[in-house]
């Protein structure tokens, strides 16, 4: 099983870097985007002069970050559950030696492998050109890295379920935008959750997606006690069980009333 999975993800590796392009490409993608959070918050502290707490050095930190993360985060394999389905493929994945689920899974760690390594290389460039804060300790940084494969297993089975509604409908496309559009809103994509107002902060206490961005780099920035990280650990792993039920309740009663064009 877990041979088979390994194998998958590195079939998937492979068809995004096998044009040298698709890595400049996305990695000059992402340090434009630096730029233009950079831009638009040097503006900002130009008139207010601090926002919450946060440094200008710590700013473009976060936003470096927030780039390098925002690809693992964000995406995923309901794109290719969906042509599945509509294709008629899906019927050969069903009858896979392992399951649906094993063998998105495999697939998904392969295309995070990619977005790692486009986002490392992010990391590397926009060092150089500005500069970047430091984890305050080794500690942190190793809670950082275990904070954000935690987070790898929510995203997963959010997108389960969301590519589990191609069962229903041959188009998953509105769907994938609103699970992008409330990811990048509730993890601090956008902004640092700290800007938003009260409600909205208990709102994302409660959601999983703050730990996918705004939680990782915090504890990077030294801005969460240690013992604080325990209960952002323990409240993942409920939220991973939690998505995992419902993908699975949600596929179990999706399969039987599938309806597939092509194969």
């Not at 918050?41 to 440094?55: C, E, K, P, R, V």
């Not at 896979?96 to 689920?101: C, S």
């Not at 938003?196 to 206490?205: D, M, R, V």
Request: with cysteine.
């Amino acid at each position: 099983m877990l041979k088979s999975m390994i194998a998958l993800a590195k079939m998937q590796f492979k068809q995004y870097s096998i044009y040298k392009s698709n890595f400049y490409l996305f990695t000059l993608n992402r340090v434009v985007e630096v730029i233009v959070y950079i831009f638009v918050w040097q503006a900002i502290y130009q008139q207010t002069g601090n926002a919450q707490g946060f440094s200008i050095s710590q700013m473009v930190t976060y936003y470096i970050l927030v780039v390098t993360l925002g690809p693992i985060a964000l995406w995923g394999i309901n794109e290719d559950m969906s042509q599945s389905i509509r294709t008629g493929k899906i019927n050969k994945e069903l009858l896979n030696p392992i399951t649906y689920f094993q063998y998105y899974f495999g697939v998904n760690i392969g295309e995070l492998a990619f977005a790692s390594v486009t986002g490392i290389a992010t990391f590397i460039v926009c060092s150089l050109i500005w500069g970047v804060s430091l984890p305050i300790s080794i500690a942190n940084f190793a809670l950082f890295i275990l904070v954000v494969l935690l987070g790898v297993p929510i995203t997963f089975f959010l997108q389960m379920i969301v590519g589990t509604a191609g069962f229903y409908t041959n188009s998953i496309w509105g769907m994938q935008i609103l699970r992008k559009s409330i990811i990048s809103i509730f993890s601090g994509m956008i902004a640092p959750i700290t800007l938003f107002p009260n409600w909205f902060q208990n709102l994302a206490n409660i959601l999983p997606f703050k730990e996918l961005i705004y939680t990782p780099i915090s504890i990077w920035l030294g801005q969460i006690p240690i013992n604080d990280i325990f209960f952002i650990v323990i409240k993942q792993i409920i939220w991973g069980v939690i998505l995992y039920l419902i993908a699975r309740v949600f596929f179990n009663h999706a399969v039987k009333k599938i309806t597939i064009n092509g194969g």
